[in-house]
């Protein structure tokens, strides 16, 4: 039956990791991946020890297409063609949306096909037997032209509560035809936990543990539980996305389930200790390729998950991390951070510095003002535990002093749309800018895509020649928040919070805030930050005063 | 020993829900609730249906001591003051935070203790007896002064897997003395939800289920399940926040915990299948408290849980909704949503029409054209899914053709730091804008906190005279993506994306999109559009063209 000896001899704790951010995951809102997007991402995947990596599906759309036309090389994982089932009434052989999957350079093909009887009857209206008969049919056609072949039972748990028997016999009807992996898919999410278990070792009874996969769906919030469940009752593969990215509310979370499954079950994968401390990376590289915030408080890998506010806990987890922390964070490559906040207390304040590598002595007189200066910006809108570099500015300018190395003087910006005198409409923003750097005013001009944009180029036109080192800095993320009206304040005006990314050519990246009723000054307070810290961290001196 | 009579004759199935947002999701990154946040989150719990409602800390921060003074009226729901056993060395009569504690005006206190040796050892460095002293004194006290008494058991399954005996033996010190309930914590969110129902149940057999509470932590992935898997095992509190709120990786999210025990496990809750509708505006009411997005992905609350985007999902879908949808939407207040975007065939744009009441044959040949239309603007940075106003006017566009009640000929907006003559900094924005409002030119200048609203100032100086109607109109959100340069293109500038909300008199939202290099000009082009379609929804007619 099965065309891959190593289950012959099976290891009984081995799980299979399957993933399908590039299939299931694109179904997302706003999702939409490049071939080269896709390529990077399956790179990324085969770098970390996934088994197979579901590419998308051959015929659906120009970009699947291309990328199976010329699937990236693969060092140890397979790539996996999706698609459906013969049509009703076609042949396996004589079937062109089957062929197109069948004919991807791909070792392996995933096909979907109906397992509870009530899709068949409405959303297909089919017999149930042409039903069973496609299952069986496809797969065998899939196996015929040497492909590794799995197949989707979608609904299935929803399938199994209606009509057991039929849904049992349609997962049959694939492994008896010869498929390597029979995949019980929960497509609308609402199954629970324990009722996975149930199910799962139920079916295992017919179709063996090591040939059934589960595939969950984040709808009742269970979609990690319910994956780990069914590998509890035997089941042998497990499918998800990177950030359970996917529609509605998600696929289920590889970043969790692969180190529960590693660490907390002591199953054995493809994703050993050392690849492991790749977890958190994947993560981050997937949220940057979509151009989207991480979520910071996503499990093991998110920039918050391993984040300690109250002073209580700070203090306990700079005597011993078991106290406070399930897992070491650098296992999957994720860090410690204590947060600066108006909670904070001295202790958390000195475990910043420490972080940050500034020395002092814990009865340094200034803590308490930074202290409380940092309540005090808190309450006027900044916040610094998404800034650490303005942090740092802050820090290092009360303790121990920053170096002057410029003065924004004054600016002015001004964005119009006209027509010119072609009768062309033209979009333009010009700033000026007037610094002053060394004792000696400079006072450039500049266009821009933007106010901002104009502004910081007129800015890094008065700084480059005495600091080349900024020419190497980028402006890379660029967030605004209108902030309420002062809290039990008396009505006066929203302020405007930006925070800036920065990197520069080691791909060292920082982040600075700036706040202000203006959006382009409290942008300008941002940049100005950023210049700053990266300055001091070059090592530049300030200008001696031209004579 | 309990207090509450109504455990005399217990409902088995009665699970007492209690809430933790104002507390355990205060020490989130980034909240800081007022007096007045807590007063209307506490009104919505009780509203809701919620049991029991922690509101924080006496003695803690200032606010929570405002709060615990005068405690808002409740209709059903207990509030609960929070805190920590008496310290070592004190007796519970003589402990100025314990008291603190007990001073507070609400029905029941909450105290947390240790039960896992390995903290009593090292963080708090004192004798094991004495904390279990501790935690029998302070719930006794409790007991005494009338209050209704619950221990938290910090680290509670940490703790049973080191020494399980001394974890028991805390807790049933807390149930002797008098607690009516003893709440499981697993504090640093490390087990397993299988793990978890073992130790409930065998918990069990020494403090009853009728008495036992769960409280559970993000860090695996699986705070929910393992709420659920403890309820399995016979514990009948659940403590969880609003949108899962909570340091780390969060707390056990509410808006799933609830559906999940309700409507899927047939448990007895205060919330009737009338205040599970709530559910949904619940979860929106927190986030804009907290000034933060909503998650659109979460499980039963969130604004895609019922949103459907490929083609084949959709059209099944509208045959049934069961097919692809685990419960109905409305059950928990939210809706289904048909997403536009390019993966958007022509039974999803239908499906739009009809989400927003435009009556369209499904063979009229503008379909395609729209459809094209959306891919392309999607392909520019458009997006059609959150912006339903601007993708409602594409349509209208198209379809039907929508008045042109004013065109923005041309804008000017200058932004300008500086010192004036008194030697004050002054920063100051002005717009000028010129427009043809029924044939005639308006040319209008204002002045601003930034430049867009600069502009939309002067904008509905010219508009407001010929249309009174958005008068009301004001600008509630405004979110700015730089999206990077066209994919598979040649290296053209990245361009901006601005996504504003807008809101009238009557509590309508609407959200608009604009797009282009020029950040001014994309604001422009949402405000535009949003301008637009609140006239188009008031009926305002076109003015006639002044003779």
Known sequence: MASDSTIDTPDADRVYLFDTTLRDGQQTRGVDFTVADKAAIARALDQLGIDYIEGGWPGANPTDDRFFAEPPKMENARIVAFGMT??????????????????ARVPAVCLVGKTWD???DVALEIERDENVAMVRDSIARAVTVGREAMFDCEHFFDGFKANPDYALECAEAAYKSGARWVVLCDTNGGTLPHEIEAIVATVAARVPGTHL????????GNAVANSLAAIRAGARQVQGTINGLGERCGNADMMAIIPNLVV???????????KLTQLTSVSRMLDERLNRSSDPHRAY??????AHKGGLHVSAVQKDPKTYEHVEPGIVGNQRHILVSDQAGRSNILARFAEIGVEIDPKHPKIQRLVDEVKEKEFLGYSYDSAEASFELLARRLIQGVPEFFTIERWRVMDERRFNARGDLVIESEATATLTVGGTAHHEVAVGNGPVNALDTA?????TPKFPAIQTMRLIDYKVRILPPARDGDGTDATTRVMIESEDETGTTWRTVGVSPNIIDASIAALSDAITWKLLRAGAAVPKTDA
């Open 301 to 306: 890998v998110g920039a918050a998950a391993f």
């Open 86 to 103: 013969r049509r009703p009434g076609r042949s396996a052989e004589n079937d062109p949306g089957l062929a197109g999957i069948l004919d």
């Open 264 to 274: 907390k079950m002591g199953m054995t994968t493809n994703v050993g200790a050392d």
């Open 459 to 463: 800015i890094r036109k008065a700084l």
């Open 213 to 220: 996969g589960i595939h969950c769906h984040n709808d009742t």
């Open 118 to 120: 009530f899709h068949v």
